[in-house]
């Protein structure tokens, strides 16, 4: 079974459009997060979201949002897309720990591939 | 199938001393090579990338250098600080299926 997914692997779309990328994930972990990689490969965090807060990278623009149903499921919401979000777009999970100081391992959807024209 | 060991797995060092983070990798294939940073509870920061053309990368006291030959990188981190403390993970895109590969991490702890 796969650990986290996500829908749809492919989104071409045009500017100025409103989409959503959906992901799942059956681990039961209580922290998702989204990362986007540009087109130098660079793999940057946009958002993290737990029960408990959420944590956005201040250079995520406001078109962007992210949306949970329940635990299990992490979507990310863009309006009014321009030309600069075309990326491969992660979802990830991981378990918060419950020793200070440790790390949580985080696992990786298979990433969605928008592309604005 | 391209695996990435990062060593040690954990590591203490007093304030103030230079340390050197390790990464290797079997599949010399790669795109690039990324370093981050996980901070307990939280996502991963980006530190620095190193594409498959390039020999190292810096920002700030931090250097990590790739030897795509012999599958190997290093995170150099000069006159390290408390502040430092985290894990640090190395990522290699591979290109076969464009996928990134990680490695376990290695837990940094500076003693203050």
């Known amino acids: 079974d796969t650990a986290v997914s996500q829908t749809p692997k492919y989104l071409v779309t045009q500017m100025g459009n409103d989409k959503s990328i959906k992901c799942e994930q059956n681990?039961?972990?209580?922290?998702m997060y989204w990362y986007k990689q540009d087109s130098k490969k660079f793999l940057k965090i946009m958002f993290s979201y737990n029960n408990k807060e959420l944590i956005i990278n201040e250079t995520v623009p406001n078109r962007f949002s992210p949306k949970s149903p329940d635990k299990a499921h992490l979507n990310l919401h863009i309006n009014s897309l321009e030309l600069g979000d075309s990326a491969v777009y992660f979802c990830?999970?991981?378990?918060?720990?419950?020793?200070?100081?440790?790390?949580?391992?985080?696992?990786f959807g298979p990433g969605t591939r928008l592309t604005v024209l | 199938k391209q695996e990435v060991t990062q060593i040690p797995a954990a590591l203490s060092v007093p304030e103030g001393e230079n340390l050197v983070l390790n990464c290797s990798f079997t599949?010399?294939?790669?795109?690039?090579l990324q370093w981050f940073r996980q901070d307990p509870g939280k996502g991963l920061t980006s530190l620095l990338l190193?594409?498959?053309?390039?020999r190292e990368q810096t920002s700030g006291r931090l250097n990590a250098s790739l030897d795509k030959s012999s599958g190997r990188s290093t995170l150099y981190i000069a006159a390290s600080q408390p502040g430092d403390s985290a894990t640090y993970l190395c990522?290699?895109?591979?290109?076969?299926?464009?996928?990134?590969?990680f490695g376990k991490g290695t837990r940094l702890h500076i003693l203050p």
């Open positions: 990522a290699v895109n591979r290109m076969r299926d464009d996928k990134i590969i």
């Open positions: 190193i594409q498959s053309s390039q």
């Open positions: 681990l039961g972990h209580d922290t």
């Open positions: 599949d010399s294939a790669i795109y690039n």
């Open positions: 990830a999970s991981s378990q918060e720990k419950a020793l200070a100081g440790e790390s949580d391992t985080q696992y």
